[in-house]
């Protein structure tokens, strides 16, 4: 047993991981400059009994979404709601389990249908393109932190491990925040400008990701047991959990040595690096500053 | 809670799902020729106290590497072993514990180091190609129900989720099988042509994709406590557990619609069906045929 945990096993490892949004992990070269504070007012944080998630909102791409998520939470719409999906290599998806029902909680102020924010126009946006052959799009990058995707004249967000987006019903605005999901699978890029995204996940997708997959249609769980509580979601100005996190600048010269670094591996390990890299499998670090 | 199992809330889903590995999920129309039974001599059983994982092995694209794996299972090596890693949105490991230190478990006739088979030469697979666009090869498809990308010459198994593949150390020979890990996240296809991909998951991802991740580096569980033992691995030809599997042919025209579908998503929920595809987000569909 004790190989475990000597360096020998860790020759067998799988070379060098990827860069996950974990604090801490595959910091690149920083600048003074180079790590920006999340506002809180676009943090959201979701508490489970197995940790904390925390959300970063982008009001830049789906205002509406994501002013209706604000009310939602700061009325405590979430306390004590559930995840109600766990759908193996796709997404995890919380709410109101009685949604639908007599029982059906109050969505209190915030508005029971918002908009479709799928894309918005891509004049105005501060984008970092990224060099990468796209399935889906004829460019892509990042903005504020978030991956997008980009035509002619439209930018969206792109459905990449991580990003957070309002379940909807058939039509385009039935969603209106109080039902999310986060991909915990390959990235649905079919999902792109078929649903709103609102964010992205900065820590704690691991509390997410490692729940029992549900058995139910798409991975809905089928009795009460199985849904896993919600504690309490809070806006990141009501809570001190979200202290101290940072995310790298996606417009700062060190987001474009990571993403260099990505794409070539200089890692010995690397017999053949591809010299490539694909939109999805860039993540902005997140780190915890020392305060 | 009500709610949660009535149709009023199935609206509030998110949508037709991917296609999973799953029997009997999203099956395109058939025809009589269009599922294949495995090969039994092809087929892995990983039995764990949550569930049985079977893997097809891929002894067309790496039949050395395939070969050492035959061996050690049949003599019984990862019996009594354990799930060594899970690295969120990446990968979960499994092998010897105690590889590298004096408890090492010997791999009995297995080779200790087997040939690296990133890739083969093209010429000589059947191959199904997919109209793509891909970030990482110039052209992508299947060959024998698995994710293959290629560049003029050469073809190599694609890191797609669900894919298996031979831990190595720094040298190319380095593995022999006796660690192997699988896609659980993201594929990163930044590892294609660096490391030996021996197979796919049928069968049972959820049982490893759900294993809490290792807070150890790169995902390694730090004690022994974390470890999830495996309770024996078989060949198919020795169990019953695999009876019935059955994958859609890769060669067959209902793949085609299935690929077909997955591209352009009739189903109406979708507002502006892509047209496009990524070769990751295809899964040749597994059912358990009626005996």
């Given amino acids: ?156 967000l792109a459905h990449c491990y991580g990003m957070v987006g309002v379940s909807r019903g058939m039509a385009p605005d039935s969603g209106n925040g109080s039902s999310l999901y986060v991909v915990t699978g390959h990235a649905p890029r079919h999902l792109d400008k078929n649903i709103t995204l609102v964010g992205r996940v900065l820590s704690g997708i691991e509390v997410l990701s490692v729940l029992p997959r549900g058995t139910g249609t798409l991975g809905f769980y089928e009795s009460e047991q199985q849904l896993t509580p919600i504690r309490r979601v809070q806006m990141g100005g009501d809570s001190d959990a979200a202290t101290g996190l940072q995310v790298m600048r996606t417009d700062s010269q060190p987001f474009l040595e990571y993403v260099n670094d990505r794409r070539h591996r200089k890692n010995e390990w690397f017999i053949d690096p591809t010299g490539k890299i694909e939109l999805c499998n860039l993540h902005p670090p997140v780190r915890t500053a020392d305060l």
């Fill in 1 to 156: 047993m004790a190989g475990l945990f000597n360096s020998a096993l860790l020759v067998l490892m799988l070379g060098t991981a990827v860069a996950c949004a974990d604090a801490g992990s595959d910091e690149p070269a920083t600048s003074l400059d180079a790590w920006r504070t999340p506002d809180a007012d676009n943090l959201v944080l979701m508490q489970l009994d197995s940790g904390i998630v925390v959300i970063e909102l982008a009001p830049q791409m789906a205002p509406q979404n994501v002013a209706n998520i604000r009310t939602l939470v700061k009325e405590g719409y979430f306390d004590g709601l559930a995840i109600i999906r766990s759908h193996d290599n796709y997404v995890v998806q919380w709410g109101d389990p009685g949604a639908g029902s007599k029982d059906a909680k109050s969505t209190g102020s915030a508005a029971t249908t918002v908009a479709a924010e799928f894309y918005r126009e891509r004049e105005g946006l501060d984008i970092t393109l990224v060099d990468s052959t796209d399935a889906y799009a004829i460019e892509v990058g990042f903005t504020a932190g978030f991956p997008v995707a980009m035509d002619e004249d439209r930018a969206w």
